[in-house]
């Protein structure tokens, strides 16, 4: 099974200035198709998660720009340029290269405001 | 627009069973793939199962043989079936639609496995 490790596991971010997430994967994502399964979802206070950032680098609808995402292979970023107090909440990366079954999560990071 | 909206959670002892409902608008539930994902109080997120638009389903090792996805076209709702229910199984309980990364989830159920 594919294990997602995600660094740092929580981080304090002034509003203003930019954040960032890693996340390793301990197997290649990039599916022989050509596309590397690889998600960001955030999940703000009691709410569920809600997917920003689609196949390393695609914004979901709706997304702001000031989020953008990265990496290939087993490792990747996700970058907030100008952290919001509105981002504040826990931010996984998901796999999904190896479906079926299903999808591997990463621990989560939590990103709280100064 | 779409909306998944689930239902069924509650309070149940360990060794019960219980069927959650997640109600499904704007777009064909057999026309898609759609998964459980669970998350336990103060945890992360697990993949629970997933039924594709084909009627395959897959379940994650910690609930196979005890859990069961299936759906009910006429009603456009998904199911989980949840037997012999553990108290590991705390947890609140998503839908979520779509294939390689899902981008719609429902709001969640909690279910709570405790005596």
């Known amino acids: 099974d594919i294990v997602m490790t995600q660094t740092p596991l929580s981080l304090s971010v002034t509003p203003g200035q930019p954040a960032s997430i890693s996340c390793k994967s301990s197997?290649?994502?990039?599916?022989?198709?050509?596309?590397?399964?690889l998600y960001w979802y955030l999940q703000k206070p009691g709410q569920p998660p809600q997917l920003l950032i689609y196949?390393?680098?695609n914004r979901f609808s709706g997304v702001p720009d000031r989020f953008s995402g990265s990496g290939s292979g087993t490792d990747f970023t996700l970058k907030i340029s100008r952290v919001e107090a509105e981002d504040v909440g826990v931010y996984y990366c998901?796999?999904?290269?190896?479906?079926?079954?299903?999808?591997?999560f990463g621990q989560g990071t939590k990103l709280e405001i100064k | 627009e779409v909306q998944l909206v689930e239902s069924g959670g509650g309070l149940v002892q360990p060794g019960g069973s219980l069927r959650l409902s997640c109600a499904a608008s704007?777009?064909?539930?057999?026309?898609?793939?759609m998964s459980w994902v669970r998350q336990a109080p103060g945890k992360g997120l697990e993949w629970v199962s997933v039924?594709?638009?084909?009627?395959?389903?897959y379940y994650a090792d910690s609930v196979k043989g005890r859990f069961t996805i299936s759906r009910d076209n006429s009603k456009n709702t998904l199911y989980l079936q949840m037997n012999s229910l553990r108290a590991e199984d705390t947890a609140v309980y998503y839908c979520?639609?779509?294939?390689?990364?899902?981008?719609?989830w429902g709001q969640g159920t909690l279910v709570t496995v405790s005596s």
């Open positions: 196949e390393v680098s």
């Open positions: 039924i594709y638009s084909g009627g395959s389903t």
């Open positions: 979520a639609l779509g294939y390689s990364g899902p981008g719609y």
């Open positions: 998901m796999q999904s290269i190896q479906l079926p079954p299903g999808y591997t």
């Open positions: 704007g777009f064909t539930v057999s026309s898609n793939y």
């Open positions: 197997q290649s994502l990039l599916h022989s198709d050509g596309k590397t399964y």
